[in-house]
């Protein structure tokens, strides 16, 4: 057993771990993040991609020893505290990104990071960014209007942050 | 290399209607209720169950695809750290029952024992032979690896023809033959159509081809998962299946459980496409472990044991012959298809061709019609039900045939389509196959469909590209289809000898303040049953959508029901949820009638409300009516204290969605790469409840029947071994794979519900692979191609155009012996290589 402290979706947890226990085990079955879930054994899927340190990785080819001492950030942790869903979560309930819903929690961390690596991307872009994740039940078009609008929206909320003076009304 | 002209770079305008308050609930564009905890990962998948005390359990699955078990030894396992107990199929043998086929085609169906885990013999790779129960995942994993098994092999055989000649390796080696069944269609001998043999004995021009279905793996995002509490005598089992109640009485039969001592509760479940349409070994194993051990268990199966051991799909050889005159007017149709069942008939193995065997006349006027089908055994993992369920393989057949007549006669495809096939004004329509057609205007969606993709530009550019010889060809592919849904009309069901019906259930529960539930027989995967029921209830009980809640996949609170599947679900379910609000409505009209000291025929029900007409200010909600029942204190002399409601729906007869889809790909003639440039669609699905949700389910489908046109396809080496068995090897399109897909309806309302509604789950499915197929050979018949067999991977274009023909694809197989690219154009021929060929 190796001793391990993570901060996961904000909150700080030391743990005892087999050395060969994956990441998106540790999340399920010792911390009982089972909103993150495993959908192969050889990581093409995505279904398991969570945020290290803010970059989307996939949670199944990763040791939890190799998230000791750093944060992890998934599904159960991007909205905000008042219970108000990210743009991500919004957008792919407004398109209709999601039918069994069960790609969603790794296609929406994979989206989050590739919008913030790429702001405003392309219909192309997104459907080459977001290769990593299967999904068997959308075709994919509406996940793609999806992460368009939450890029949008993204982008707009990143505007306004940067463009209004401090204590202007929300 | 040409550049693409005109590559969208924006996703299409939704055509979709906004989301304003109409004043009905059915056609808006609700998002969905479902999307809430899905969104937020607080979900209830069944690997998310944790009980106290529970055990983990995992299988050992056979590396042999036919062979005998010596012996095994599983003293090293038991010894493990973690592990609680071992079994074998010898330690089971007298409590496991047997697995349940539930459809038996033909009074003489071939139906081999088929244990939950194996006990002599494995008939082939995957098959369960031990289990291992520890205290963790982990350790009951470890533990597999000490598991010793003594095989002694046996003769194997994979291919179907292989499997029927004289002299084969057989499967079940107390059975005379790899013949499962040969179930026969014959529009003739019906009564339902002309003599087919006359038909093509005199016909003008027939064309016969050969084609195949390859096998497909359904490959549910979600792995299949079972956990079983075993409490007392009674047992909860939650299972990733998309059909609890079927589960609950089969394992009762199995297992010997009693029924009413079982509970099966499907929680949320990720994705089905029919490969949870089934009764699976390890639902039964769970239960036996947990009753031996009385402690709760959970097995979570690893993406390689799913793909190896869920069962597939498709895996058809398809021998069509289509006979016209030279006008091109179709005057028969005669399939004969072998059907790989693999190794045992599962749930509805045998079924899965018959529900096609009515369809392969497609949406055309055929006065002759022949199915012939032979069930086959192999030593492979068994097939059963995969998105369409045997309507996609009909419908590949017809319109793949369709296009080579057209070639044949020099007719544009669409014209000879056009010219044969049902009109408006001919529905309802009874076909040569005996099925009533219910509704339609193929001439419409066509028309819309042309427009949709910009037909005659996509044409001049074809024209263009041919004459300059550019590498990259250009070509268009239609499938103008119908197909059967809306499993299904009972007594038909009984003619086709499958055990169960085909009606649904639905109960609806007024709450003292006024919300509502409804309890539906259907379970949702994905479909979005909890939004559109949602829609139907408010809309027929006048409450807000938002005070409706959708109960489904628990056998203790939906007591009856017939599950999901079959596009059945809105035809069928929905159906029976507006049958119970009817009720509902009617005994709420009593009530109201007491309270507002009115004669019932008084009262108009509208919004909600029951009002005496005639009498302003005088009325009462439905809901206050609900707390009016709770408190019962004021009540109609005689009535019980509910207006609660159960309903069911069992249909007349079939739906029949159409549509038109039309593909235009680029192919690279130099890499053999396939591009889809454009795909759009026109399909008819009768009404539409929610419109956001069949637009998904249309995608979806269409993607899925692209990916068995493009990429996917189960392979098995020559010794039995899966070898396409994670997703490494197993081809599922990603994004990057897939275009964007131009969507439209019309709508035709089906007569036969009460939701007016025809069913959408697999219609893109159903459409889309002949669409793909008949545009690549569309790109490269100029070639001197004539076929291309699916996948359609870019080494056997390149072959193709290289070899021209098929790229050798029929020699290599082996198969021109009785079938092949032949086209007999002398009347009076009907040859040998055609479908009634005596090839066995």
Redesign the interface.
Known sequence: MTQISVRVDGVNYTDDVEPRTLLVHYLREQLGKVGTVVGCDTSNCGACTVHLDGEAVKSCSVLAVQADGRAVTTIEGIAQDDGSLHPMQKAFHEQHGLQCGFCTPGMIMAAIDLVHDNPDPSEHEVREGIEGNLCRCTGYQNIVRAVQAAAADMRGAAHATATEPAGAPA | MTVTEDR????PERTLPEDTAPAKEVGRPR??K??????????T?T??M?LPGMLHLAILRSPMAHARIRSIDTGAAREAPGVVAVFTGRDLADEQGGLFTVWTVTPDMVRPDHPSIAVDQVKHVGEAVAIIAARS??AAQDALELVDVDYEPLPVVLDMEQALAEGAPLTHDHLRSNESFHFVFDSGQAGTGANVEETFANAEVVVSRRFVQQRLIP?????RAVVVQPQGDTFTLWSSTQVPHIVRTVLALTTGIPEHKLRVIAP????G?GGKLQVIPEEVLCLLVARRLGKPVKWNE???ESLMSGHHGRDQIQYIDVAADREGNLTGIRARLLNDMGAYLRLVSPGIPIFGAFMFGGAYKVPAYRFDCTGVFTNKTPTDAYRGAGRPEATFAVERIMDELAVELGMDPLELRRRNWIKTDEFPYTTSAGLEFDSGDYDTATDMALELVGYDELRAEQQRRREARDPVQLGIGFSTFTEMCGLAPSRVLGTLNYAGGGWESASIRMLPTGKVEVVTGTSP????HETAWSQLAADRLGVPFEDVEVLHGDTAISARGLDTYGSRSLVVGGAAVVNAAEKVVAKARKVAAHLLEANEDDLEFSNGKFAVRGTPGSELSIQEIAFATFSSHNWPEGMESSIDADATFDPVNFSYPHGTHICAVEVDTETGGVTIRRYGSIDDVGVIVNP??V??QI??????GISQALYEEAVYDEAGNLTTG???DYL?P???D?P??LTGNTVHAAPGNPVGAKGVGEAGCIASTPAVVNAVLDALRPLGVSDIRMPMTPERVWRAIQEGGDGGDRATAGSNAYGGAQTETTAGVSTPESSLGGDR
Request: net charge negative; aromatic share 8%; glycine share 16%.
């Open positions: 969208p770079g924006d996703l998002r969905r479902e999307d809430a905890r899905l969104i937020t990962g607080r979900t998948w690997d998310n944790v995942r982990a490959a549910f995002m979600e792995p949320d479940v990720g994705g496409f690893t993406r390689s995967h994905g479909q979005g956001t949700i637009e998904g995608h979806g489908g269409v993607a899925q994670t997703f490494v599922l990603s994004a990057a897939l964007a897909f």
